[in-house]
């Protein structure tokens, strides 16, 4: 699954999509299989204060992945739409692998415009992560006119689409499996790749998603800190 990933994989989705735990997990999946290049995971996600990848840099870090983003890291009390400039480092840095984490939808993604000259079609994967059970993108013009808006907004073409249909902790298999549907569906009417599904791990079973056929990839639960759910 990871080696049909561009050098550079951009990480879109509407907010509460799961995009971050998505690329989250999808770099620690990719560091297994990434040598000899280096990888890294750069968070624009300079929009929504909460939830972010570069606030689970000692676990990324730890497993040999560097992190770039704000200038103010994760300090939410200091939080401004300010990037490092070193972001542009792993992107011009031919060794590394590159994961972006990008702004929920059209308006979170303008932010890839000042980076554009480094997005060529050639090394780049973009990724639109969909969860069915979002009102925006319960439907299928929902998901599809969400594809369209990140296009136009980007003037990036989305190649591929993540069902990430969950529930939290209540996610069950009937979610996935609704949200395989209508991704395929979705897939077949843009004419997109559908990348893989996810589950969330420790709460679905593999097993009982069988049915699906495509690439299933389990997600961590890192971003969501236990407390939200009791």
């Not at 290049?37 to 968070?43: P, Y």
């Not at 897939?187 to 998603?209: A, Q, R, S, V």
């Amino acid at each position: 699954m990871t080696e049909c990933l561009g050098r550079k994989t951009i990480i879109t989705g509407h907010y509460g999509s799961g995009k971050t735990e998505f690329a989250i997990s999808l770099a620690l999946a990719v560091t297994k299989s990434c040598s000899p290049n280096k990888l890294a995971i750069i968070d624009l996600d300079i929009v929504n204060p909460y939830f972010r990848s570069r606030e689970h840099k000692e676990l990324l870090e730890g497993n040999g992945i560097s992190v770039y983003g704000s200038t103010y890291d994760f300090e939410i009390g200091a939080e401004i739409p300010a990037l490092s400039a070193d972001v542009r480092t792993p992107l011009e840095n031919r060794e590394y692998k590159v994961i972006i984490d990008v702004g929920g939808n059209d308006a979170g993604a303008l932010v890839l415009n000042q980076f554009s000259k480094y997005f060529t079609d050639d090394e780049t994967t973009v990724l639109a992560v969909v969860n069915a059970n979002r009102p925006e993108t319960s439907e299928i013009e929902g998901i599809i006119s969400h594809i369209k808006s990140i296009e136009k907004a980007t003037q990036l073409t989305v190649s591929g689409i993540v069902n990430n249909t969950h529930l939290l902790r209540e996610t069950t298999a009937e979610d996935i499996k609704y949200g395989f549907e209508i991704c395929t569906e979705a897939c077949g009417l843009t004419e997109k790749t559908l990348f893989c599904t996810c589950y969330p791990e420790g709460i679905i079973n593999p097993d009982d998603i069988v049915g699906i056929t495509t690439n299933l990839m389990p997600l961590g639960l890192h971003t969501r800190p236990t407390w939200l759910d009791k």
